[in-house]
């Protein structure tokens, strides 16, 4: 028996895709606007390329930030490379995309959250549901609300 249609792996690809076209919009184009993005990435993931003493400050992740300063940005089919500024310091990364844990554009209020999900037995339980992506951006805060009290009457 199948295990059914992956609706959440089908998800991150597709949100994947989205900030791949983004990414190569911006190199051909460059940032317009306000337009910038926070990138977190996960610095252990396999092909992630960072200096190794960014990778020593940061561990485990670290978020980017494209906006005023990057240089040489060129996007393939599995990530993107870009030299950002790091204390007075270019530095070339490469990115996975699969590597990126959230994707935020502050400037338009966008963000993508991509969860990880772990199975610990994959092989034993088919009722695994993938881990849902999440959109970062926060709700607007309600106005008041207005309470009927009638319920409340004799």
Do not use: C
């Not at 966008?110 to 009722?127: A, M, N, P, Q």
């Amino acid at each position: 028996m199948t295990r059914g249609i992956d609706y959440g792996n089908l998800m991150h690809q597709a949100m994947r895709g989205l900030i791949r076209e983004v990414m190569i919009r911006t190199a051909e184009q460059g940032l317009p606007g306000a337009h910038h993005f926070f990138i977190t990435l996960n610095t252990q993931y396999p092909g992630v390329e960072m200096a190794d003493w960014l990778k020593a400050r940061y561990p485990d992740e670290i978020t980017i930030v494209i906006q005023h300063w990057f240089e040489n940005l060129a996007v393939d089919e599995q990530g993107f490379a870009v030299t950002l500024n790091f204390g007075n310091q270019p530095e070339p990364l490469y990115v996975p995309f699969d590597a990126i844990s959230t994707f935020v554009d502050p400037s338009v209020e966008f963000g993508l959250k991509f969860e990880t999900h772990v199975d610990e037995d994959d092989d034993e339980d088919e009722d695994d549901e993938e881990a849902p992506m999440l959109h970062s951006v926060p709700e607007a805060p309600k106005a008041g609300e207005v309470v009927s009290l009638d319920k409340f009457r004799k």
